[in-house]
């Protein structure tokens, strides 16, 4: 089965700064996906990435697939407040329909203003 | 849209007690899975359904666990006789087509304290 790896797995970051999360998978990644998780709250999708080498970006959150590393980053920008939580990635085990998501041990961040 | 509507939010019983848990879908999703989450063990898939037929079952623990989806707008997962150990958050999620390329829309989750 596939497991996914994620890196730090928490994060304190000053407000204003920058960070990076990675997520690595054990096998090939036919669809990443990227969500956010407050305390208590359900999971809140963010971005799915397709192809190698496909960039997206939403406000000041960009994510990065590298298919041939069989990894995903993410990427906040002048990090605040809001962005705290937990990011967790997902991916698609197959390239078919029927299949099931596997999600990553997620990485908290807490951002002191 | 409402989303995922999951009752109850939180659940405390005793053990040896059965737990029911709740979800409706978002109307028109055809795929609907249920998630659990623990600190140990992150976000585990337990079940999934296309089409309200259980398609994979393999992540549920044991016997003790049972789901169903009598129809499009309705599923439950049920535990029965509940365990200290199954305390956790559990989660239900829907999706349009359940497959590739087809991101998943959670409920706000069910708490599950087991004494």
């Known amino acids: 089965s596939q497991e996914l790896e994620q890196s730090p797995q928490s994060l304190i970051v000053q407000e204003g700064k920058n960070l990076t999360i990675n997520c690595t998978s054990s096998?090939?990644?036919?669809?990443l996906y990227w969500y956010k998780q407050k305390y208590g709250e359900g999971l809140i999708f963010l971005m799915m990435?397709?192809?190698?080498?496909e960039e997206k970006s939403h406000e000041k959150i960009t994510a990065k697939l590298d298919e041939k590393k069989q990894q995903s980053s993410l990427h906040i920008t002048a990090s605040q407040p809001s962005h705290a939580g937990i990011y967790l990635c997902?991916?698609?085990?197959?390239?078919?329909?029927?299949?099931?998501?596997?999600f990553g041990g997620g990485t908290r961040l807490m951002v002191k203003p | 849209d409402a989303g995922v509507i999951q009752s109850p939010r939180h659940e405390v019983t005793e053990m040896g007690q059965e737990v029911t848990l709740r979800c409706k879908p978002i109307?028109?999703?055809?795929?609907l899975f249920w998630y659990r989450q623990t600190m140990m063990r992150g976000l585990e898939l337990l079940i999934y359904?296309?089409?309200?037929?259980?398609?994979?079952d393999s992540g549920m623990p044991e016997d003790r666990f049972s789901a169903k989806m009598p129809n499009a707008s309705f599923s439950t997962l049920k535990i029965q006789p509940s365990e200290p150990r199954d305390s956790a958050v559990y989660f239900c999620?829907?999706?349009?087509?359940?497959?590739?390329?087809?991101?998943?829309?959670f409920g706000n989750g069910t708490r599950l304290t087991v004494t």
């Open positions: 999620a829907s999706s349009p087509r359940g497959g590739y390329n087809s991101p998943l829309h």
């Open positions: 096998k090939t990644l036919y669809g």
């Open positions: 990435l397709q192809k190698g080498g």
């Open positions: 997902g991916a698609d085990g197959s390239p078919h329909a029927g299949n099931m998501l596997t």
């Open positions: 109307s028109g999703h055809n795929s």
């Open positions: 359904f296309n089409n309200n037929v259980p398609i994979d």
